[in-house]
């Protein structure tokens, strides 16, 4: 039949020449791509594409839009949250989803094995797929808070992943429904909480290894003003204070890594208050003595391997001169290598979800900074997949997890202590 068919192409095109008086093409050299099996699907012939084409998903990963599609399932959803009005400096990271995407865009299935890990996380067990953006208004950070606290309700408590746990033997428990594993593309890091209190939901506590120059853990009033609101405490520099203080963390065994920043005052008084928000601190410094290996083993060493863990990467981890795209820059970071070998080696923990956050690419033109989010992204998945389907004995008795969300933003308002009248750095 194939051959039949390129025959009477040949014949055709021998036709049209002769037609068109064209006595300079030769017949016995003519060589047509066969477009003519009839064997071949659309899908065949039209499906391939070249990194730079398409429209732009994550790593070319079929789009669903997973807020509104209840009936979709996933094992890994990339999920956008294009929000950046709780900045404490520059804004830009409401681009962050956009220019990741961007960035990734030679990832795909065809070139996605990893070879560090022994397999290609889009053609694996499990099913990926990128699931847009929560839709987050811009002009009122409050509700803001509220439309990402319910889209991740909806996107992590109320979706199914599709492996079979009836059919596994590894697994103690065979849940109905067990909430698909999750990599958010920020926005600032003010989203980690709306996440926290969905995982606390699904999981209880998790433990947080926060990638970052810095602590993240400021009570609201380490950015006071006399003008104060409710909304105005929900900062990317407070919202793991909020997280401890609404009970959605470990007491203690939380991680920083890479931390290098100015602290307040003329003290240690962040320090301390970063005790009593349950982390541990590696600094950024520490990889001068002890290289990326030694670095890698501290934080398996840290952290518990039978517990849920989060991972948390803000792009400022990374050093300025190889991640200029972000709001806040501290100097003295870690090299893209280095964050990746340390992310690499973190594949045998229960990761329950990640985000690579505060990537703002309109202040880096060369796609540097979203080119470092996307391959950390890829690592993160990839970890998540060669872990295997999520171990269900991680998932909170639902009985036991309190829902009640504390209203803690009311009290600090009412807090007359705070102290007032201090400008924000780029007065
Ligand atoms: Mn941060």
Redesign the pocket.
Known sequence: MQLLATSSILLAFAHLCKAHGNHHSDESSFNPVDFADEEASLEDIWGGFWPYQGVETFAHLPHTECLIDDQETFDIGIIGVPFDTATSYRPGARFGPSGIRKASQRQDMWRGFNFRAGLNPFDDWAKIIDCGDIPVTPMDNALALKQMSAAYDELVLKRNSTFDYSQSGSQKTSPTRVPPRFVSLGGD?SILLPILRTLKKAYGEVYVVHF?S?L?TWAPDKYPSYWKSEASDFT?GSMLWLAQQEGLIAKNGNLHVGLRTRISGDSWDDFDEDDEVGFKRIFADEIIDLQATGMARKILDYLPHDKPIYVSV?I?VIDPSAAPGTGTMEVGGFMTRELIYMLRQMETLNIVGADI??VAPAYDPLDITQLAGSQVAYELITSMVKKGPLDTSLLADPATVATDEVDIIDKLINDESRIANMRMPFL
Do not use: I, K, R
């Open positions: 890091h970052d810095h993240d990317h803000d400022d956050v505060e």
